[in-house]
C-alpha cells in the first residue's frame, strides 16, 4: 500500500496543523485561517486539496470510555465496543469487537466520542450525532436518543467537535465555540451552570481554531497560540494557578505558542509550535509526564519529550505522537494502555511497542489508539467489550491491528 504524503499548513483546526494530501477527496477537506486579500483578513475558508489517488484506510480515530469511531479514507464512518444507547451509529444497541459501518452517513471529516454519544461533521459542514440525548446533547431541543447519525438542525458550518461527559462542544467556521447538554461546573462556558438543549456560544475567548472537552472543563486554543479554559477547575486543571471554577472562558498560565490543545478528565495537554509538550491538573499517576506525581496548577513542561506533532489525552494518560511516528504515553498502565508491554504507571513518557511510523492518535479512559501510515489501526489496553477491535474481550499491553475497517 502507497504511503501517505503530508500536507502541513499554519493554522489549521486540526492537530498540529497536519493533514495529509491523498485521502479521498471529500475527506480532503479542511477549514483554514487565512488572510484573504480579497475579504477580510484572518477568516475560515475551506481548503480544498487536490488528490493524486485515493488510498482506501483509516484517516482519523476518536475514543473517550469504551466506544471508538474511525473515519475511512473514503469519508465512511465504522464503530466497534459498547454501544447501549446507540453512540456507534449503526442503527443497534448491540457490543461490538471489531468495527462495523456507521449507517446513513457518508463524506464525514470530523468525529468525537462521548461516554455515550458521538459526534460527526460532514464535508458540507453539518453536524450529525448519535447515542445518548438525555441531557439535551445534541443541541436540537430534544432529550430523545438516537442509534444512528442524525442532522442538527440550523447549525451549519461546523470545524471541529469534541465530546464531554454528556455535553457537546463545536467550534464554528466563525471562529467561536458552541455548547450543549450537561453543565454543573460551567464547563460550557455561557456564564452559567444550567444544562442546555440548543447551542449556546461561550464567552471569553474568539479567533479559536482548536477546542477540546473533558469530564467537567474544556481548553480552547485561540489563532494566537493562547490557551483558554473554563468548568471546574479542581486540581488546577485550567491552568490558571488556582483551582477555582470558571464559567466563562479564562486565559491559563505557562503556555504560548500551543498549537493543539487536549482535555483529560482532570487534566489538560497543549502542543507547542517548538514540539514540547506541556500539562497540568491531576498527576496522581504521572499523567502528565513531568517526572514525579504532584498536581500542577500552570501548564508545565513535560520531561523528555521533543518534536511532538499531536496529542491526545484520555482519563488518566497522555499520549504523544512524535514526528517520526514513534508513540510515547505517561500515566495509568494498569490495563496495558500505555503500550511498554507492562502494567505499571509512568511518570514520564514511555514508547508505546508494536507502532511505528504513526500518523495520529486518540486515547481514551483505558485504552490507546494509533493509525499507521499504511492507512492501518492499531490499538492497546482494556479491552472488557470488544472496544480495541481485534475480535476479542482479551486486553492488550502492546498495539495490535484491529479488524474491520
Known sequence: MERRKFLKFAGLSGVAGTIW???????????Q????????ANTW???????????????????????????????????CG???TGARGDNSTTTKRTYIQAVGISNIVDIACG????????????????GDGARGQFGDNSIADRSTFTQVTGFSNAVAVSCGRWSSMVLGSDGMVYSAGYQLTGQLGDNSTTNRSTFVQGIGVSSVVAISRGYSHSLALRSDGM????????????GGNNVTQRNTFVQAIGISNAVAVACGVDHSVALRSDGLVFATGTNSDGRLGVNDLAAKSTFTQAVGISNAIAIAAGYFNTMVLRSDGFVFLAGDGSK???????????????????????????????????????GLLFA????????????TIISKRTFVQVIGV
Open 115 to 130: 461516554i455515550d454519544h458521538s459526534l460527526a461533521i460532514g464535508g458540507d459542514g453539518m453536524l450529525y450525532g448519535s
Open 33 to 40: 485561517k487565512v488572510s484573504d486579500p480579497s475579504g477580510p
Open 227 to 238: 490557551v483558554f479554559g473554563c468548568g471546574t477547575g479542581n486540581t488546577g486543571r485550567l
Open 21 to 31: 494530501g491523498n485521502l479521498h477527496p471529500a475527506l480532503a477537506q479542511t477549514w
Open 45 to 79: 475558508q475551506k481548503l480544498s486539496i487536490a488528490t493524486s489517488t485515493d488510498i482506501i484506510g483509516v484517516a482519523k480515530v476518536a475514543t473517550w470510555y469504551q466506544h471508538n469511531l474511525a473515519i475511512r479514507s473514503d469519508g465512511l464512518l465504522f464503530g
Open 336 to 374: 496495558g494502555q500505555l503500550g511498554d508491554n507492562t502494567i505499571a504507571d509512568k511518570s514520564t513518557f514511555v514508547q508505546a511497542i508494536g507502532i511505528s511510523n504513526a500518523i495520529a492518535i486518540a486515547v481514551g479512559q483505558y485504552q490507546s489508539l494509533a493509525i499507521r501510515a499504511d
Open 380 to 391: 492497546c489496553g482494556y479491552n472488557s467489550v470488544g472496544q480495541l477491535g481485534d475480535n
Open 82 to 84: 459498547a454501544n447501549p
